[in-house]
């Protein structure tokens, strides 16, 4: 049976880091992973260029039943923290948008960089390598032998430690699966109950119908979703697709809603509708369709009007106050419920997972199970679009790696 100090089950961006990081403070360190191909999800990120960060990281940028557990981590290995790893692997980046941080050539060079950190660290990796069965050593309460025992592929591997950075659900094609919330279950954890984030939204079909013509139309809104202190609100480009909505600001409100529940939809962000619209009234000899198309996209605007029973062809002048009302409160608040999402196969990311609750925010530990850790996305906290849950997953690891720095087996 082969002894190693800590097995790290997932090759991923958490995975990775975490190896990397514990193997340098000394660790023997096994990481597994079943997929044939390494960081899967990193080479796709960003467009194929890896959004690896954002310069602006703050516990307010991510989403949990328990929105406290992430600010020790996150304070411990900041966005900067990251980007200085970056530069001292001579990394060329670029700010694209709103903090975002993206790789000026591609995704492979955070996979080459994570490699070379956990070859310094001397870090084992099997992969593909399948894993089964996790259970308890019998001498588990010996300070100095292994708690934990794993069927492998490759055979059973004894170690003090685990770790599981297995991701989320999203994804399936590329090797996801649900094996890190099975493990937790199995060794009593609650998981909050996970669904797919941001993930376009669609509609039902006769609901939609009016807007199937508007596919490709993008505009700058803000959005509402959610309720009390689960609710987030955004200003991003909302994109329409033929089934129902999508671009960054569908994509920030799907991880606060939840089916059944209304998002709320400003057009033309800073807009006083009313006030504009009365003012073009007394101002303007423009038709109503291109008074509208002056503030938004032209075939919006006119599938707006018709959808309201407005005639655009209508001199502003001659347009009556109450219908004028009407219009402005529906492009300042649109209410619409979405019948669903695009599911797995289109989410960036999980929302849910194992209950923070019942993880040492310090070190990621467990507190049912000792020697077992959560990192990245298998937990319940999901970060906003942009760089955030790629934070996520290099912080959550470090607390990780510096708890299990003193963590050693004898033999």
């Not at 032998?145 to 950075?165: F, H, L, M, N, W």
Request: with cysteine; glycine share 10%; charged share 25%.
């Amino acid at each position: 049976m082969k002894r190693v100090d800590v097995v790290v089950i997932g090759a991923g961006a958490a995975g990775l880091f975490c190896a990397a990081q514990a193997g340098q403070r000394g660790a023997r360190v096994l990481l597994v992973d079943h997929a044939d191909k390494v960081a899967e999800k990193i080479r796709i990120s960003g467009g194929g260029r890896c959004n690896f960060t954002n310069r602006d990281v703050t516990p307010a940028n991510f989403h949990s039943r328990n929105p406290h557990f992430c600010r020790s981590a996150l304070a411990r290995y900041a966005s900067q923290d990251f980007i200085a790893l970056v530069q001292r692997h001579r990394i060329a980046f670029h700010e694209k948008h709103r903090g975002q941080l993206f790789c000026d050539d591609s995704s492979q060079q955070i996979i080459d960089l994570l490699l070379r950190e956990c070859d310094a660290g001397n870090v084992e990796r099997w992969q593909p390598c399948g894993v089964g069965a996790v259970r308890e050593s019998a001498r588990k309460d010996d300070a100095h032998a292994p708690r934990y025992e794993i069927d492998t592929d490759r055979g059973c591997v004894a170690a003090r430690s685990i770790v599981v950075a297995t991701g989320g659900l999203p994804v399936p094609k590329i090797g996801a699966t649900d094996f890190g919330l099975r493990l937790a279950r199995q060794f009593g954890h609650a998981i909050v109950e996970p669904r797919p984030a941001l993930v376009p939204l669609v509609f039902d079909a006769a609901e939609w119908a009016p807007f199937v013509a508007l596919a490709g139309v993008s505009l700058e809104v803000e959005i509402s979703a959610g309720t009390g202190k689960q609710r987030g609100r955004f200003v991003e480009d909302l994109l329409f697709t033929h089934r129902g909505l999508s671009g960054p600001a569908v994509l920030q409100a799907s991880s606060y809603w939840q089916p059944g529940e209304k998002l709320q939809i400003s057009f033309a962000p800073g807009t006083d509708w009313a006030e504009t619209l009365a003012r073009a009234k007394a101002t303007s000899r423009r038709r109503l369709g291109n008074e509208l198309a002056t503030h938004l996209p032209q075939r919006l605007a006119q599938a707006w009007l018709a959808r309201g029973g407005l005639p655009e062809d209508r001199a502003m002048p001659e347009v009556a106050d109450k219908p004028l009302r009407q219009l402005a409160e529906s492009l300042s608040g649109w209410r619409i419920a979405p019948g669903g999402t695009e599911g797995w196969k289109k989410a960036e990311v999980m929302a849910g997972g194992v209950d923070t609750r019942e993880i040492d925010s310090r070190t990621m530990e467990s507190k049912r199970a000792p020697g077992l850790h959560f990192i990245g996305e298998v937990m319940d906290v999901t970060g906003w679009l942009g760089g955030y849950n790629f934070q996520w997953a290099w912080a959550s690891a470090y607390a990780c790696a510096e708890a299990l720095a003193n963590v050693q087996v004898s033999g």
